[in-house]
């Protein structure tokens, strides 16, 4: 198993940046792809960020230029630096670690942007 804990979230006013953490443990050995997923009130999961087990990365079109995703290994946690924030990027970000069979989520943490 494995168990992933975000932390960071909080409320910022438009322009402004936060970062968010995510720190894994348990079976960290097994995981390959970690990424950052968000909902907002009334719509579907989306993906925000991904990063592999070597450092590349993909991001969706709405976050390009503005986010970005890092992992640090020997700490076994993926942060996601987000700048530039908007009132549409309000919503609670999930983070996503995948193994080969299995994929686990973190609880999520808010991140509110007021205009």
């Known amino acids: 198993q494995v168990q992933l804990v975000e932390s960071g979230g909080g409320l910022v006013q438009a322009g402004g940046s936060l970062r968010l953490s995510c720190a894994a443990s348990?079976?960290?050995?097994?995981?390959?792809?970690m990424g950052w997923y968000r909902q907002a009130p009334g719509k579907q999961r989306e993906l925000v960020a991904l990063i592999s087990s070597g450092g590349s990365t993909n991001y969706a079109d709405s976050v390009k230029g503005r986010f970005t995703i890092s992992r640090d290994n020997a700490k076994n946690t993926v942060y996601l630096q987000m700048n530039s924030l908007k009132p549409e990027d309000t919503a609670v970000y999930h983070c996503?670690?995948?193994?080969?069979?299995?994929?686990?989520w973190g609880k999520g943490t808010l991140v509110t942007v007021s205009s």
């Open positions: 996503k670690a995948s193994s080969m069979s299995m994929d686990y």
């Open positions: 348990g079976r960290i050995f097994s995981l390959n792809v």
